[in-house]
């Protein structure tokens, strides 16, 4: 399977609600809320399969201290086959966001695939610290 992994570019608000609608967290929020949501995000990540948008995540930091992970989200239909390995990779080795020194993320039922990347969790939800693995 050939995915494209792609940071920041213009995005069809629409295919990303479609999306969202596949995330219990996530579902009914608008085009319009979303539009809005992507103006004020610092990073973010999205896998294509040619023209079909199947994996997003993004970022919220200063660049440099702190950094949180929000909405990381595969298409069920391309789920287990490594896209979500493939997005995390791309985030994790951003040449800004590899270099601060702690990332943060909530999950309810999701540590065991977080784990994978480096994160470990504590009473503060999971944590990456700079220079964990991968
Ligand atoms: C969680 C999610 C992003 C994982 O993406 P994915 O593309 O299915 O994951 P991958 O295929 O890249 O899996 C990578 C590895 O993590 C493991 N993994 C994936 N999801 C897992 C889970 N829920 N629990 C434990 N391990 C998991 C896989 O088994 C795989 O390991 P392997 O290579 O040894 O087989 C995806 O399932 C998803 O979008 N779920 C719905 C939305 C969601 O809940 N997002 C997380 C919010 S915190």
């Avoid at 979303?34 to 930091?61: E, Q, S």
């Avoid at 270099?99 to 999950?107: C, G």
């Avoid at 695939?113 to 939800?125: D, L, M, P, T």
Wanted: hydrophobic share 40%; with cysteine; aromatic share 12%.
């Amino acid at each position: 399977m050939d995915i494209t992994y792609r940071e920041g570019e213009p995005l069809d608000v629409d295919q990303l609600r479609r999306l969202y609608e596949q995330a219990p967290w996530a579902r009914g929020r608008s085009t319009d809320g979303i539009a809005r949501m992507l103006a004020n995000t610092d990073y973010y990540f999205t896998g294509w399969d040619g023209p079909r948008l199947v994996a997003f995540a993004r970022v919220l930091t200063d660049g440099i201290y702190r950094a949180t992970l929000w909405d990381v989200v595969v298409d069920a239909a391309y789920q287990g086959r490594g896209v979500g390995e493939g997005l995390m990779g791309v985030i994790l080795s951003h040449p800004v966001l590899s270099r601060v020194e702690k990332f943060w993320l909530n999950t309810r039922d999701k540590q065991k695939f977080y784990e994978r990347f480096g994160f470990v969790s504590s009473s503060q939800g999971m944590v990456r610290e700079l220079g964990a693995c991968p």
